[in-house]
């Protein structure tokens, strides 16, 4: 079974430009989240989806960003314009749906490196 | 909310040798513990994790973990490392039940030394 998959790998953008990330959850999981780590600083929550809906977006820093999850299956990280502050790595992850008062696992993929001079 | 501290950035350790890696987590609520893995260039991968019962949890590759809720910690711990536990380890904390967003902590490096 293939895990989550991320594209690209790496990244490396100016200041203002406009840069799109790709999640590819596993086959089935309808929860899907997105992950950022800056250098040196905790893996931070950015937002869950539940299939195609957002289900918490709390973490996400700005209105630059903007996450979509199309037809609940792989989701799209777009960063518009990018500033510096924005480098770091960007995980995402997927899980089944869980029974009532359970947790399922989440699935983390490789990451995506950001860097943006 | 949930928070999670990582005492140690980093963890030298000889090989052979055992080792303990420490975090101590914050929760109004009831938790879910984690212990995930970063290996050079690889995404995390879950080394074991806490849901309710036994308070020792044993994970992949011969770590275990103990939940102590009376001192709000989730400790890490191996009774002998090898070279290719040299990685990045993450604790992290949920609130139970439902879908729950898992916070990290920063991260201990754990170097083994051959």
């Known amino acids: 079974e293939a895990g989550v998959t991320q594209f690209p790998s790496h990244s490396v953008i100016e200041k203002g430009q406009t840069v799109t990330l790709r999640c590819d959850p596993i086959s089935g999981h309808d929860n899907l989240y997105w992950y950022r780590r800056v250098m040196g600083k905790e893996i931070k929550f950015l937002l869950h989806?539940?299939?195609?809906?957002?289900?918490?977006e709390s973490g996400m820093p700005n209105n630059r960003f903007l996450a979509e999850r199309t037809g609940g299956t792989y989701s799209t990280l777009k960063v518009q314009p990018a500033e510096l502050e924005d480098s770091g790595v960007y995980f995402c992850a997927s899980s089944q749906e869980g029974l009532a008062g359970f947790q399922e696992t989440q699935y983390f993929g490789p990451g995506t490196r950001l860097l943006v001079l | 909310a949930q928070s999670v501290t990582q005492l140690d950035s980093q963890v030298p350790v000889f090989e052979e040798a055992p080792v303990e890696l420490r975090c101590n987590y914050s929760?109004?609520?009831?938790?879910?513990l984690f212990w995930y893995v970063q290996y050079p260039n690889q995404g995390l991968q879950l080394l074991l994790k806490y849901l309710s019962g036994s308070t020792l949890v044993k994970g992949i590759n011969g770590f275990e973990a103990e939940f102590n809720k009376s001192q709000t910690s989730f400790h890490l711990r191996k009774p002998s490392v090898h070279i290719s536990d040299t990685a990045e380890y993450f604790c992290?904390?949920?609130?139970?039940?439902?879908?729950?967003?898992?916070?990290f902590g920063i991260g201990t490096k754990l170097q083994v030394i051959p």
């Open positions: 929760s109004s609520v009831s938790v879910y």
């Open positions: 992290a904390v949920s609130a139970s039940g439902g879908y729950q967003k898992v916070t």
């Open positions: 989806f539940v299939k195609e809906s957002k289900q918490d």
